[in-house]
C-alpha cells in the first residue's frame, strides 16, 4: 500500500502485510510520516569538528526528510513504534523554550508540519485513530519523536528506563529533552528495563524486552544518540525480520558505511551500530528502518 508521494521525498506511507492466513502475530507493519525535518548535514553524517562548532557555525540545511512513525498490526494490538512531530511545533510560537534551549533547537532543525501530517490525520490513512493504539514505544524522547504523546492519553507508553532517567538530571530542555511536552497529565509511562536473553540468533545483544510476551516485538538497547535509545526487532512468519532503528543512523546505507551521526556518544553509537550490523548478520535479509530514512518507505514496501 502506498499514499501519494510529498515532493522530492516520493511515497512516504507503505504496508508489509503478512500472507492471509499467516500463523504469525504480526499481520502488518506500516509506516507513516508526521511531516519533515531540515537538519545540518553533519548531523546525519558526522563530522571531525565537536558539536557546539559546527551546530554554531553550519550554514547548510540537508533536503527535507521524514519524520517516520511505525504502525504494527499486531493479533493482540495495535503498536507504535514514535508518534512523530506535532504540529504544534509549526503553528505555536510558544511551543519551543525561549533562551539558549530555543536558540539550540532552531539552530538544529526546521520542521514542515502540515494538516495533513498529524498523528491522527496519518492513521486515518490506514483506517485507524489515536483511540485505537494500544501500545506507544518512543525509541528515544527528542521532540520529532513524542509529538503524539498529547493524542494517546490511552495508549500505554513505553521507554527504556535510562532514557526517562534523562528527564530527571538537570536542563533536559538543553539536552534535547522537551519535558513539558512528554510530562503530560493523563499519560500512562512505563519505563523498562531490558532483561537477559539467551537467543543465540539476537547475538550479540543479550538483553532485550519482550513487549508482546511472544517473541515478535523485541526492545533492544542502542544507546548513544541518547543514553537510552532503542531499537525495535520485529519477528514476522514468512517475511523477513524488521530492526525500527530510531536516530542510530538516519539512512541504511550510512549505517552499512559506517558513518555515524553527529548528534551523541560516538563510542556508544559505535558499539550499538557495530551489533546492529552483527545482528543482521544472524538475522537473514533484517530490514533496518530508521526514523529519518528517506528510502524506508520502498524498503519495508519491498520486504
Known sequence: MRAPGRGSLGPVTAMSRAEPGSPGPVKAVSVISTGTVRIRPEHPGGSRAPLPWWLLT?????????????????ARGLILFDTGQDRASVTDSGYFPGGLPGYLQRR??????????????????????????????????????????????????????????????????????????????????????????????????????????????????TPGHTPGSVSLLVRRTGRPPLLLAGDLTFGAGLLASGQLPGIGSRRQLADSSRKALALARQQPGLVILPAHDPTAAARLLDS
Not at 58 to 74: A, D, F, G, K, L
Not at 147 to 154: S, V, Y
Open 108 to 221: 538544529l532543525a526546521r520542521f514542515d508540519v502540515g494538516e495533513q501530517d498529524t498523528l491522527a490525520a496519518q492513521l486515518a490513512t490506514l483506517g485507524y485513530a489515536p483511540a485505537d493504539v494500544d501500545i506507544a514505544i518512543l525509541s528515544h524522547l527528542h521532540v520529532d519523536h513524542v509529538g503524539g504523546l498529547p493524542e494517546l492519553a490511552g495508549s500505554r507508553l513505553l521507554v527504556s528506563a535510562a532514557e526517562w532517567a534523562q528527564l530527571a538530571r538537570p536542563a533536559p530542555e538543553v539536552r534535547g529533552f522537551p519535558r513539558r511536552h512528554i510530562q503530560l497529565p493523563g499519560l500512562r509511562w512505563q519505563p523498562v528495563t531490558p532483561e537477559p536473553v539467551g537467543d543465540p540468533a539476537l547475538a550479540p545483544f543479550t538483553a532485550a524486552t519482550d513487549v508482546m510476551g511472544d517473541g515478535s516485538l523485541l526492545l533492544l538497547p
Open 58 to 74: 553550519s550554514r547548510r540545511w540537508t533536503p527535507p526528510q521524514p519524520i517516520n512513525v511505525y504502525v504494527i498490526e499486531h
